[in-house]
């Protein structure tokens, strides 16, 4: 990540949640509709109190269920509006039939999905299995890794996904409880600052719209050649968003200050032999080891997903070409696989990386922390790894009685 | 390059002055309704019926669906107050 000094800054101290908020405050949406669901119903606090006070000028739809909230701000977007909704879990579950329909419609949504367990075990914790669950859905996907990047990936999502080249809703997810509740100093955008780097938009021809009593309608039906057809523009529009997102991320900075490297951000990568692959809160975390274990002489080094959907396959290929072992960190499980998703997804890149060695490490699910000793546990699996070891191909970090040794003898 | 074969538009739009569908739902049809123009009394009954609106009037004699789109669900035959409407086999046709 580069900062850059700036002549005046406002620095608040605020949650995860708060970020959100206030980040969708300052993009000015003409529609909220939103249902309260742990842990990200802070936000819809937050902007309830903008909106009672008066200063967030938006239609607040208060609706019965989550279903009713997506269903609301897609058709709202497809009138032309700017529009913002916030989930999580069994709330994105909820509207999963509406999602699916925003993405088909391509309006233009941007919705923060507070990353928690899924439906099925009843949790109440942080993982990004609610992410993983609606990953082929058709939206971009976004990962925050601390509350500062909620802050500037929301403002970002807005560019993105109403640039005329892409019309393709954002999901912004950051982890729950650890970053949603989390307080850091956040450096607040100004207001004037935002109108600017959101003005572009307005520059861009209009994209097509609902106008009362006009004669255009959205939502037709595509059957064979019209699905295709519009299948095709989609994935080609999720195509143009990589290169469109870097350009976003380098002009952030050229307003703001900050910027995270686009698609992926790389953290002491340049003469690393050994990686870790992650997303979201865990980076911070990894960062630290990496640095202690730099100054032990281990060259290791962190590249962190940013954008998940589209998969940065072309950047991550370019970053990781040349590596000798490299570690992927899921916070989730892909049923049926056993390593974790996106180790499963970046296998599919093996012989483009020279056939570098690669492991899965399953931690911080259901909560479980992934503390500075896991993470020096992976480094140390992966020096091993690189040295020709025999390790384990998956493991369960957080649940080391996955590897107990089986009892033998007897019932 | 993608083309707009389909759609003009980036998204799903239609213009509702065309029909509101690409799809050509005529294919899905077994049974084609074939209208008997001396028993039909012009009535209109099977055009107000039809669920998806593709009966037609044919001059001022008779209604005939349009088979690009007709179904073959046999609502117009049913609901034809002269039974001037038969539902045939496609099968048939093609022989």
């Known amino acids: 990540m580069i900062t850059h000094a700036k002549a005046k800054t406002q620095i608040r101290v605020i949650t995860g949640n708060g970020a959100a908020a206030i980040a969708a405050k300052l993009a000015r949406p003409d529609v909220v509709a939103a249902y309260p669901i742990t842990p990200q119903t802070e936000i819809i606090e937050q902007i309830s109190k903008f909106h009672a ?16 909230a997506m269903n609301a701000v897609m058709a709202a977007s497809l009138a032309g509006g700017r529009v913002f909704t916030a989930t999580s879990s069994w709330g994105l579950v909820f509207m999963y039939d509406a999602v699916l329909a925003t993405a088909g419609a391509r309006a233009p949504v941007v919705m923060v999905n507070v990353n928690r367990e899924t439906p099925g075990i009843i949790a109440v914790s942080s993982g990004q299995q609610d992410m993983i669950s609606t990953r082929d859905c058709g939206w971009i996907f976004l990962i925050a890794e601390d509350c500062q990047e909620v802050m500037d990936l929301v403002l970002q999502a807005y560019r993105l996904a109403e640039d005329f080249d892409i019309q393709i809703p954002v999901m912004v997810h950051y982890d729950g409880f650890y970053l949603s509740y989390l307080s850091e100093g956040v450096d607040v955008p100004f207001q004037e600052d935002v109108d600017g780097f959101l003005s572009v938009l307005k520059d861009q021809p209009e994209r097509t719209k609902l106008v009362p009593g006009g004669r255009l309608g959205c939502g037709s039906h595509g059957i064979l050649g019209g699905y295709l057809e519009l299948r095709y523009k989609h994935m080609s529009a999720m195509e143009r968003s990589k290169d469109k997102f870097d350009r976003i991320d380098k002009e ?19 003469d690393a032999d050994v990686v870790l692959v992650g997303s979201g809160s865990m980076c911070g975390t990894i960062k630290t080891v990496i640095d202690e274990k730099r100054d032990a002489g281990i060259k290791v080094g962190l590249l962190k997903i940013r954008m ?3 998969f940065p396959s072309e950047v991550l290929v370019a970053a990781l070409k040349g590596k000798r072992a490299i570690g992927v960190v899921d916070r989730s499980l892909a049923f049926g696989f056993k390593g974790g998703p996106i180790y499963t997804e970046l296998k599919a890149f093996e012989t483009k990386l020279d056939n570098a060695k690669m492991i899965s490490f399953l931690d911080g699910i259901a909560n479980t922390d992934i503390t500075t000793d896991n993470v020096g546990f992976m480094i140390d699996t992966l020096c091993d790894l690189s040295c020709g070891k025999d390790v384990r191909e998956v493991t369960w970090v957080c649940y080391p009685e996955a590897h107990a040794p089986e009892k033998t003898g007897g019932q | ?19 509101l569908m690409c799809s050509d739902t005529g294919d899905w049809r077994t049974k084609r309704p074939v209208v008997d123009k001396e028993k039909c009394i012009f009535c209109g009954f099977c055009a107000i019926y039809c669920p998806i609106q ?42």
């Open chain 1, 308 to 310: 998940y959907r589209p």
């Open chain 1, 252 to 270: 952030y900075e050229m307003i703001f200050g900050r910027s995270y490297g686009g698609q992926i951000e790389e953290y002491r990568m340049e």
């Open chain 2, 54 to 95: 593709i009966v037609k009037m044919k001059g001022d004699t008779h209604f005939e669906a349009d088979l690009g789109f007709c179904k073959g669900c046999g609502i117009c035959a049913k609901e034809c107050p002269k039974d001037a409407i038969s539902m045939i086999s496609e099968g048939d046709f093609k022989k």
């Open chain 2, 1 to 19: 390059m993608p083309s707009n074969k389909y759609f003009k538009h980036e998204g799903p739009w239609s213009d509702a002055n065309d029909p």
């Open chain 1, 53 to 68: 006070t008066g200063e967030m000028d938006c239609e607040l739809v208060t609706v019965e269920g989550e279903n009713s």
